[in-house]
C-alpha cells in the first residue's frame, strides 16, 4: 500500500461543508443521515435561545419533532454541521466560548438507541465536546451513618486540587448545617421530575422517602475543572451509573456491625428516631446489596476511620507510590469569529475568513475525531485539536498535538 497523499489548503474548496452561509438559512443547517433529514437550528436571526431540531423522514414524507435529551449549547451566533460516523452531527458554534464551541448532536448511537426503545418519538441527544480525557469517577456508596462523607471530606481536604464533589440534587430538606449548590442541590420535586424526562440525569433513586439523583452536569462540571469526581450515592444509583456509560470506580463502605451503625446515627444527631429507624431498615438490604451484587470493585469496613481512610487511599493510588499533582486542566478552542468548517476523513478543518474580502486565508485549526470517547448523556471527550502550519499549507505529517 503506498502512503496517503498529502491534503492541501487547495483540496478544502471542494470537500463538503454545511453551514455558516452554505446551505444554512439564519442559523440552520440540514443533515442527511439515511433516509432523515436532520434540520437544527432556529429560523429566525434573533434569538439563538429557541434552538430546535426537526427531522424530515424522506421515506415516510413527513415532519417529526424528536424529543431532545441533554442540555443544548448556550445561545451563539451561528454553526457548521457535520456529520460524522453516520450516528452523530457535530456542531461548531461561532460567537461562544472556547470552551463551549464544540457540540454533538447524537441521532444514532447506542445512547440514542437504548433511549427509542419504548419510545414513540424519535429521539436525539446533546453532548458536549471537550478536549483530551478525565481521570475516572469515584463512586462510594453505603448504608446511611458508615461515614462516607466523613471520608469524602477527609478526602477533600487532603487533596483540594485533585478531587470534586458531584454536587447532588435532592428533594429532602437541608439540615442544619448543610448549603444548596454546596452540599446538595435542594429541589422541587416537580422540577427534578421535569429534568430526569429531559434526560439531565446521569441517575437517580429513591431513598429513604426522598428523591436524590446526579446531573450530569454535576459530574461534567468536575471533570472539566480538571478533578477526577466524586459521587456519594445509594447502592440503586451505583447500579444505574455502572448501566450507563460512564467508566467509574466502585466503592462499598461497610460497618462493622449494625449496632456501630445504629450508635453512630444516633451520635450524628442529625435525624430523628422515625428516621434513623427507617435509615437502619434500608441498611439491611443495602449492605447485602452492595456485598453480593457484583456492582462494586472494592468493600472497605469502616470499623477504625483511621485505617479504613489509608485503604481508601491505598485504592486511588495515593499512598505515596503514585504522583498527586493534580492533571492541568483541558483548554478550550479558540476559534476566530469568522470561519469555514471542511471534512477530510477523520479531521475536521477549520479556515479562517477574513471579514474584508470573504477569502478563506491559510490559518487552519484542525480537529482529529478519530479518538472520541463517552458522549450522551455525559460528555464527548478525546477531541485532538491542533494548528497547521499556515506555511506549507499542508496537514499530512506536520500537525502539533495538543
Ligand atoms: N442514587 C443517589 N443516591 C444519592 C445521591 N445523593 C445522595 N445519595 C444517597 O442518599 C442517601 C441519603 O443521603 P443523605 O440524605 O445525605 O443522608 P446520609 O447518607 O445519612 O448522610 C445516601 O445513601 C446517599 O449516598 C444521588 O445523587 N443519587
Ligand atoms: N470509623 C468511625 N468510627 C466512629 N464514628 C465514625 C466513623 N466514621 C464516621 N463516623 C461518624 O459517624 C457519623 C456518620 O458519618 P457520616 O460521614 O455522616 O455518614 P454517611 O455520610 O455515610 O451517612 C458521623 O458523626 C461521623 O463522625
Redesign the pocket.
Known amino acids: 500500500m503506498g502512503e496517503a497523499p498529502a491534503l492541501c489548503v487547495e483540496d478544502l474548496k471542494v470537500r463538503f461543508s454545511n453551514g455558516f452561509g452554505l446551505r444554512s438559512k439564519g442559523f440552520e443547517t440540514s443533515t442527511d443521515v439515511g433516509d432523515k433529514t436532520f434540520v437544527i437550528g432556529c429560523n429566525n436571526n434573533d434569538s439563538t435561545s429557541s434552538l430546535e431540531v426537526h427531522i424530515y423522514d424522506k421515506s415516510g414524507r413527513k415532519w417529526v419533532i424528536p424529543t431532545v435529551l441533554g442540555t443544548k449549547p448556550k445561545p451563539y451566533e451561528g454553526h457548521s454541521a457535520v456529520l460524522l460516523n453516520e450516528d452523530r452531527i457535530m456542531i461548531i458554534t461561532r460567537g461562544s466560548t472556547p470552551d463551549d464551541c464544540i457540540w454533538f448532536l447524537e441521532v444514532d448511537t447506542e445512547y440514542v438507541k437504548q433511549q427509542k426503545e419504548g419510545s414513540e418519538t424519535e429521539v436525539v441527544a446533546w453532548s458536549k465536546g471537550v478536549r483530551g480525557d478525565a481521570e475516572k469517577p469515584v463512586v462510594i456508596s453505603?448504608?446511611?451513618?458508615?461515614?462516607?462523607?466523613?471520608?469524602?471530606?477527609m478526602l477533600m481536604k487532603e487533596f483540594p486540587s485533585m478531587f470534586g464533589f458531584s454536587v447532588s440534587h435532592t428533594t429532602r430538606a437541608p439540615r442544619g448545617t448543610e448549603k444548596n449548590g454546596v452540599h446538595y442541590h435542594f429541589t422541587e420535586r416537580s422540577v427534578m421530575e421535569k429534568d430526569i424526562k429531559d434526560g439531565k440525569f446521569l441517575e437517580f433513586a429513591s431513598v429513604h422517602g426522598n428523591l436524590y439523583g446526579t446531573s450530569i452536569e454535576a459530574v461534567e462540571a468536575v471533570a472539566d475543572s480538571g478533578k477526577r469526581c466524586i459521587l456519594?450515592i445509594d447502592v440503586q444509583g451505583a447500579k444505574s451509573v455502572r448501566a450507563s456509560s460512564l467508566d467509574a470506580v466502585f466503592i462499598f463502605?461497610s460497618p462493622p456491625s449494625m449496632s456501630?451503625l445504629e450508635e453512630?446515627?444516633r451520635?450524628?444527631g442529625?435525624e430523628t428516631e422515625e428516621q434513623i429507624q427507617k435509615r437502619l431498615r434500608n441498611a439491611k438490604a443495602e449492605i447485602e446489596q452492595g456485598k453480593s451484587s457484583g456492582i462494586f470493585d472494592h468493600i472497605l469496613c469502616?470499623?477504625?476511620?483511621e485505617k479504613?481512610y489509608e485503604n481508601l487511599k491505598k485504592l486511588l493510588g495515593l499512598d505515596g507510590s503514585a504522583p498527586i499533582n493534580p492533571k492541568p486542566s483541558p483548554n478550550g478552542i479558540d476559534l476566530p469569529p469568522n470561519h469555514s468548517v471542511s471534512k477530510i476523513d477523520n479531521k475536521i478543518i477549520i479556515q479562517h475568513e477574513t471579514p474584508e474580502s470573504g477569502n478563506a486565508s491559510n490559518n487552519l485549526i484542525v480537529l482529529e475525531v478519530s479518538l472520541l470517547k463517552g458522549g450522551a448523556p455525559g460528555r464527548t471527550r478525546g477531541l485532538n485539536v491542533y494548528n497547521v502550519d499556515p506555511v506549507s499549507n499542508c496537514l499530512n505529517g506536520i500537525h502539533k498535538p495538543s
Open positions: 453505603g448504608p446511611s451513618g458508615v461515614g462516607k462523607g466523613t471520608l469524602i471530606n456519594d463502605i456501630e453512630r446515627l451520635l450524628r442529625t469502616n470499623d477504625n476511620l479504613c
